[in-house]
């Protein structure tokens, strides 16, 4: 590990401010208030002028509950996020409704912006920057991104948190945890869906992203990772800048192109849309099998064609964190599905995760019922590599023994479901789970020995 890495680590470590979640006081309930109302009324509003029948009821009803998200700021607009990156577990209405969400939001004034990095870095801004653009390159729900350039020249970007945003959310998070337990108490369906557990993770990942230097640190990481084996030079991550960086502040390299999802801009301009998202794919796959640190937000707005030719993968603020038992299981997953067709050892490492039973048989025997379950998943086109259907698959192996879902599964499908629209448009009839390019750093001899047998060419890079 360089000394880089080693400094990122320590700065990383400066613990975040942790205020309890269970806390429900004046402040907690004066927003407990607000939240019913807002949401009400907008419901309301939206139901009583939307027109009769049940269609456009409901399609009423997810229109009010964005209007409500909007208003009530930062934490409902990330939940919409949320809705809207996970349109199989909610209904089609209200994710719809909520892709609103994923739209920049008015900027903050660059008076606040320079407070911010001053009071975090602890220096005027006329000494940190030889140029500061206080008009912001694009606002969200949590920051905002001024172009600026370091006093040694180099051209950079600085993410400053919007004012006062942790308190709100996590004042947002303690009503949340209040309703969730009065709902848990009232309604078998909160109590399945785990609604206080699933209000402590989306805590845990606020109170995470709410401090910019783990941010910094994903990123750091994800940038050093993606050159573990000396290829990948089609893909960059953004170098941060660990000096002008702090618990509110990012500072990094700047990037200049245009979003993945531009796709007549992006045909037109680059020779081989197709080697482009394999070549992001690649890198992604590697992040999750090899390293187990992967990007969980690939949304277009992420993923940047540049006007070098290269993709670029930005926004470190969400990742998963794939434990050496899962990515056993996922790299077994791909070797059957690119390699041999063995499912064994994907039997063996499940039952390493305890999602399957002493008496269920052995190996072999499981081996072939995930060939029968999975094959077909996973040797179609990628619009077929339905991450959720495995998921949901594999808990029915591990349900008689009340094994909880996979959930670092759950969020890589996400990811690939990202892929999958990007794929759609710019590599049609690709094919994943049979592409032996993605896996070259993770089968090498298996690779190049199936490349050679089959007469494929594989890119250089």
């Given at each position: 590990?360089?000394?880089?890495?080693?400094d990122?680590?320590?700065?990383?470590a400066a613990?975040?401010?942790?205020?309890?979640?269970?806390?429900f006081?004046?402040?907690?309930?004066?927003?407990?208030?607000?939240?019913?109302?807002?949401?009400?009324?907008?419901?309301?509003?939206?139901?009583?002028t939307?027109?009769?029948?049940?269609?456009k009821r409901?399609?009423?009803m997810?229109?009010?509950?964005v209007?409500?998200?909007e208003?009530?700021?930062?934490?409902?607009?990330?939940?919409?996020?949320?809705?809207?990156?996970?349109?199989?577990?909610?209904?089609?209405?209200?994710?719809?409704?909520?892709?609103?969400?994923?739209?920049?939001v008015?900027?903050?004034p660059a008076?606040?912006a320079?407070?911010?990095i001053e009071?975090?870095l602890?220096?005027?801004i006329?000494?940190l920057?030889?140029?500061?653009?206080?008009?912001?390159?694009?606002?969200a729900?949590v920051a905002?991104?001024?172009?600026?350039?370091?006093?040694?020249?180099?051209?950079a970007?600085?993410?400053?948190?919007?004012?006062?945003?942790?308190?709100?959310?996590?004042?947002d998070l303690?009503?949340?945890?209040?309703?969730?337990r009065?709902?848990?108490k009232?309604?078998e369906?909160?109590?399945?869906a785990n609604a206080?557990?699933?209000v402590r993770?989306?805590?845990?990942?606020t109170?995470?992203?709410?401090?910019?230097?783990?941010?910094?640190?994903?990123?750091?990481?994800?940038?050093?990772?993606?050159?573990?084996?000396?290829?990948?030079?089609?893909v960059?991550?953004?170098?941060?800048?660990?000096?002008?960086?702090?618990p509110?502040?990012?500072?990094?390299?700047?990037?200049?192109?245009?979003?993945?999802?531009?796709?007549?801009d992006?045909?037109?301009?680059?020779?081989?849309?197709e080697l482009?998202?394999?070549?992001?794919?690649?890198?992604?796959?590697e992040?999750?099998?090899?390293?187990?640190?992967?990007?969980g937000?690939?949304?277009?707005?992420?993923l940047?064609?540049?006007?070098?030719?290269?993709?670029?993968?930005?926004?470190?603020g969400?990742?998963?964190?794939?434990?050496?038992?899962?990515?056993?299981?996922v790299r077994?997953l791909f070797?059957a599905?690119?390699?041999?067709?063995?499912?064994?050892?994907v039997?063996?490492?499940?039952?390493?995760?305890?999602?399957?039973?002493?008496?269920?048989?052995?190996?072999a025997?499981?081996?072939r019922?995930?060939a029968?379950?999975?094959?077909?998943?996973?040797s179609?086109?990628?619009?077929?590599?339905d991450?959720?259907?495995?998921?949901a698959?594999?808990?029915?192996?591990?349900?008689?023994?009340?094994?909880?879902?996979?959930?670092?599964?759950?969020?890589?499908?996400?990811?690939?479901?990202?892929?999958?629209?990007?794929?759609?448009?710019?590599?049609?009839?690709?094919r994943?789970?049979?592409?032996l390019?993605l896996?070259?750093?993770?089968?090498?001899?298996?690779?190049?020995a199936?490349?050679?047998?089959t007469?494929?060419?594989?890119?250089?890079d």
């Open positions: 590990m360089t000394a880089a890495a080693v990122t680590e320590e700065q990383a613990a975040p401010l942790r205020p309890a979640l269970e806390k006081g004046f402040a907690e309930f004066r927003r407990t208030a607000v939240i019913g109302a807002v949401l009400g009324g907008s419901v309301t509003r939206r139901v009583l939307g027109g009769f029948g049940r269609r409901r399609l009423a997810a229109d009010g509950m209007d409500g998200f208003v009530l700021g930062p934490m409902f607009v990330k939940l919409g996020q949320l809705i809207a990156s996970s349109p199989g577990a909610f209904p089609r209405e209200l994710a719809d409704a909520c892709l609103r969400c994923l739209d920049d008015p900027p903050f008076v606040d320079r407070a911010i009071a975090d602890g220096k005027p006329t000494e920057f030889g140029e500061f653009d206080d008009i912001p390159l694009s606002a729900s905002q991104v001024h172009g600026c350039m370091l006093v040694d020249g180099r051209p970007v600085v993410k400053v948190q919007r004012p006062d945003i942790a308190r709100r959310m996590i004042v303690r009503a949340a945890f209040r309703l969730a009065l709902m848990e009232r309604s369906n909160a109590r399945v206080e557990g699933m993770d989306l805590y845990e990942t109170v995470a992203e709410l401090d910019f230097r783990n941010e910094a640190d994903n990123q750091t990481r994800a940038r050093a990772n993606l050159r573990a084996f000396g290829d990948n030079s089609g960059v991550v953004p170098e941060v800048f660990w000096d002008y960086s702090g509110r502040v990012l500072c990094m390299e700047r990037m200049r192109g245009m979003p993945l999802d531009r796709f007549d992006i045909r037109a301009v680059h020779p081989d849309p482009l998202i394999r070549r992001l794919v690649k890198v992604w796959v992040s999750v099998v090899v390293h187990g640190l992967f990007h937000d690939v949304h277009a707005g992420n940047w064609l540049l006007e070098d030719g290269r993709a670029a993968m930005l926004d470190f969400i990742v998963g964190k794939m434990t050496p038992q899962w990515r056993e299981f077994a070797h599905s690119a390699i041999d067709g063995d499912f064994r050892p039997a063996r490492a499940l039952r390493e995760l305890d999602l399957v039973e002493g008496d269920s048989g052995d190996d025997t499981i081996g019922q995930l029968t379950a999975l094959a077909p998943v996973l179609g086109k990628l619009a077929q590599l991450m959720g259907k495995v998921a698959r594999l808990v029915e192996f591990g349900k008689r023994r009340g094994a909880f879902g996979p959930e670092q599964l759950i969020l890589m499908g996400k990811q690939l479901g990202y892929f999958e629209r990007y794929a759609v448009a710019l590599a049609p009839g690709w994943l789970g049979q592409d390019f896996f070259r750093n993770v089968f090498p001899a298996d690779v190049a199936k490349a050679a047998a007469g494929t060419e594989l890119p250089a």
